[in-house]
C-alpha cells in the first residue's frame, strides 16, 4: 500500500512539472505571445458576449486536471510520451472519449480566442488540434496498441477519438 501511495505522489510531481512545460506552453505561453505579437490586429470588435469565453476556459482547465488527476492516480503514469500510465485509463472523462486531455487544452485555448476577440489565437489553436491529431494518430494510438493490445483495441471500438457520443 505505502509503495502504490509513493508511485501515485511521484506521477502527481511528475504530472505537474509536465503540466507547467507542456500544456501550460500550449496553452498559456503561446496564446499570450500570440496576442501580444499582434497587438490588437486580428482581432475582433470588443462585445459583451465576449465573456462567454470563460465558460469554455474554465471547461477546459477543469478537464484537463480531471484527466491528469486520473493519469496519475489511475494509471500510475503521466501524460508525457515518455512516461505514459502504466495502466489504461478508461474511467472518468475517458468513458466519453479517447483524448480528453487534448480536447481541454483546446476548450481552454478556445475560450481565450472568444475572451480576448482573436482571431489569431483562434488560427492558433486550428494549427495546434491539427498537430496533435496527428500525433495521436501515428503515434500515440499505435504505441497504446503495442503496450495494452486487446485491451485498448475494444476501448478504441467503444469510444470516440475526439468527439463523444451521447
Known amino acids: 500500500m505505502m509503495e502504490r501511495k509513493g508511485t501515485v505522489l511521484w506521477a502527481l510531481?511528475?504530472?505537474?512539472?509536465?503540466t507547467l512545460v507542456v500544456p501550460g506552453?500550449?496553452?498559456?505561453?503561446?496564446?499570450?505571445?500570440?496576442?501580444?505579437?499582434?497587438?490588437?490586429?486580428?482581432?475582433?470588435?470588443?462585445?459583451?458576449?465576449?465573456?462567454?469565453?470563460?465558460?469554455?476556459?474554465?471547461?477546459?482547465?477543469?478537464?484537463?486536471?480531471?484527466?491528469?488527476?486520473?493519469?496519475?492516480?489511475?494509471g500510475l503514469g503521466t501524460p508525457a510520451p515518455m512516461d505514459m500510465p502504466r495502466r489504461l485509463v478508461a474511467k472518468g472523462l475517458y468513458r466519453l472519449l479517447r483524448n480528453p486531455m487534448y480536447m481541454g487544452v483546446a476548450s481552454f485555448v478556445v475560450g481565450q480566442a472568444i475572451l480576448f476577440g482573436s482571431v489569431a489565437v483562434g488560427v492558433y489553436i486550428v494549427c495546434v488540434w491539427l498537430i496533435c491529431h496527428l500525433f495521436v494518430v501515428f503515434y500515440e494510438e499505435p504505441t497504446l496498441r503495442r503496450k495494452f493490445g486487446a485491451e485498448y483495441e475494444e476501448y478504441c471500438r467503444r469510444v470516440p477519438r475526439w468527439f463523444p457520443r451521447f
Open 13 to 18: 510531481f511528475k504530472t505537474a512539472v509536465f
Open 25 to 74: 506552453s500550449v496553452g498559456v505561453l503561446i496564446p499570450r505571445f500570440v496576442l501580444l505579437d499582434t497587438g490588437g490586429t486580428y482581432r475582433l470588435p470588443a462585445a459583451e458576449w465576449r465573456w462567454i469565453g470563460l465558460v469554455p476556459l474554465v471547461a477546459g482547465a477543469c478537464t484537463y486536471f480531471k484527466c491528469a488527476w486520473d493519469f496519475a492516480v489511475t
